[in-house]
């Protein structure tokens, strides 16, 4: 059973919407229907960057009784995400074949390019940026197919360019994993 879970407030709305599109794409029906939200942990922010840490969150999430129960979870954050080396990221996996991972929406709005905000664009965003993260999660590496979900995103551009779906050499490895 894949989990979906909120760093907020839980929204059913955009719940329903995202595993609607994943069970599309992953052609499953093994997302929970549990709507779960968590708190995002305080000592994930940092202050100076006012970013969160992603491998710090996804470290509670590997700790989270509340989660103990899924083979996969997948985390929607609001905040801004960043990892060591960069200064932001998207989302990210705990490892390839792990069982966490976390996807940010703040990047993904169009407001935060300054631009009139777009629900249908922004869920698109969403669920390719959730479905590359699960894709990981799912054993699956970085695919060098630029219109391929696996496909790694450094900008919006690129996210927008690529396609939701799995190429067929990136869908035929999923499927020997299953
Ligand atoms: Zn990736
Ligand atoms: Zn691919």
Redesign the pocket.
């Known amino acids: 059973m894949i989990a979906i879970v909120f760093f907020k407030k839980a929204d059913n709305e955009l719940f329903a919407k995202l595993k609607g599109r994943l069970e599309g794409v992953f052609q499953s029906e093994d997302f929970s229907d549990s709507v779960l939200s968590l708190p995002l942990p305080l000592a994930a922010f940092n202050k100076k960057r006012r970013q969160y840490n992603s491998p710090e969150i996804l470290r509670g999430m590997l700790d989270n009784s509340v989660l103990e129960d899924y083979n996969k979870v997948l985390g929607i954050v609001d905040e801004d995400l960043y990892t060591a080396n960069l200064n932001f990221v998207f989302g990210q996996a705990d490892s390839v074949g792990g069982k966490v991972c976390l996807v940010s929406a703040k990047r993904l709005y169009q407001s935060f390019y300054n631009l009139p905000e777009n629900a249908v664009l922004f869920l698109m965003r969403l669920s390719k940026e959730a479905a590359h993260e699960i894709g990981h999660l799912l054993g ?1 590496v970085h ?3 630029k219109s ?4 790694y995103s450094e900008s919006i551009r690129e996210v927008d360019f690529k396609r939701g779906q ?6 035929d490895k999923i499927k020997e994993k299953y």
């Open positions: 699956l695919c060098h197919n391929c979900v696996m496909t799995f190429c067929s050499v990136c869908r």
